[in-house]
């Protein structure tokens, strides 16, 4: 009986850090979508010209930019690093080995989003911040991320 209760108690406590793997895959994914989302779909069109500018909009995605600024110190666990990564991309082992180069990623992108925030008030300061966020995106991913294939 007691050898019973054991057992079942650590296959609870497993399926319990596999939902939590699980769940952390899937808040790293959704916020980098949505990343992707308003860096594509929302500035990027207003500045090419294709959009309006829409200072509430552009609001939302920085607001977003700094959000996930505040999750990426903690975004990538120990516990997803075998995780299964539906999709394209997945978490460099970098992000554990070099936490320290990760880390300094993290803050680069979360100055310059903050400084965004304090400058973007019309379509020229939009253009003029628009490649510095982009260039953040890409400096991380090319170290940081892996594409599959
Ligand atoms: C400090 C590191 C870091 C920064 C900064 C960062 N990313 Fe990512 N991004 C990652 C990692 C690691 C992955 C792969 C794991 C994942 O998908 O969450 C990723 C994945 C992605 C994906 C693919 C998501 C999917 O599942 O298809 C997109 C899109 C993306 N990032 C967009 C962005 C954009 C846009 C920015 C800037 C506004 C940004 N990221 C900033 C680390 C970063």
Redesign the pocket.
Known sequence: MMRTVIVVGTLLLGAGAVLAQQDAVKL??D???A??R??GTVLGPMVKGEKPYDQAAVDAALNQ?DD?AKK?PT??PASVKNAK?E??????PK?WDDKAG?DA??AS?AKVVSEAKAKVKDLDSLKANFPG??R??GA??ET???KKG
């Open positions: 790293a994914q916020t980098m979508k990343n992707g308003n860096m930019f996930t990426l975004m990538f990564w999709g394209d991309f997945s978490p460099s992000i990760y990623k993290v992108f966020i982009g953040e995106c991380c991913h940081y991320r892996l």
